[in-house]
């Protein structure tokens, strides 16, 4: 396993990082296509507890988490985590511009007071299943709302309050 197999994903309430995740997916993927999330989500448990804390309270939201990550990355239909919360994504490699939209977004959720899970996506293959051409991009609950530049604060607060409406 490489310190670079680091993969965030949320975990009932939480955003966490899974080490080996890819590996194992990509391990068991073509004995595993196939089967019931049951089936996937045993294997999952059983071969990432050998590198990753699970608590025992928490076992089947981690269960849910790893299937959901499982079937994703095969292109596979899978059912997303219903928190009913906001989901914030900057995608980009870290450089200037990337990180000063994710400075933009974080300066807008304060002003408008409003929680969300803010994430910034920096891992190529993650940012491609986002479909975004242009860096940085802002994906606010899974759409992208504007990609290729930096937004002003009150861009992405009319785009959030535009959110709450709907």
């Known amino acids: 396993m490489t310190q670079t197999d680091h993969t965030r994903i949320r975990v009932g309430d939480t955003d966490l990082g899974v080490m080996g995740l890819r590996r194992v997916i990509e391990e068991i993927a073509s004995s595993y296509s196939s089967k019931s999330d049951a ?5 999952l448990l059983e071969r990432l507890g050998k590198s990753n804390y699970i608590p025992t309270s928490a076992r ?4 849910r988490a790893f ?6 990355a095969l292109g596979q239909p899978y059912e997303e985590e219903a928190d009913g919360g906001l989901r914030i994504a900057v995608l980009g490699p870290r450089c200037s511009l990337c990180d000063g939209l994710e400075q933009v977004v974080m300066q807008a959720l ?6 969300a899970a803010l994430e910034h996506v920096a891992d190529e293959q993650e940012m491609a299943r986002y479909g975004s051409l242009k860096l940085p991009a802002l994906v606010v609950n899974g759409k992208i709302m504007a990609s290729g530049a930096i937004l002003s604060v009150k861009k992405i607060k009319e785009f959030l309050a535009d959110l709450d409406r709907t």
């Open 39 to 43: 089936e996937v989500r045993d294997a």
């Open 67 to 72: 299937v959901r990550a499982f079937r994703k």
């Open 110 to 115: 304060i002003e408008m007071d409003l929680p």
């Open 60 to 63: 089947d939201d981690y269960g």
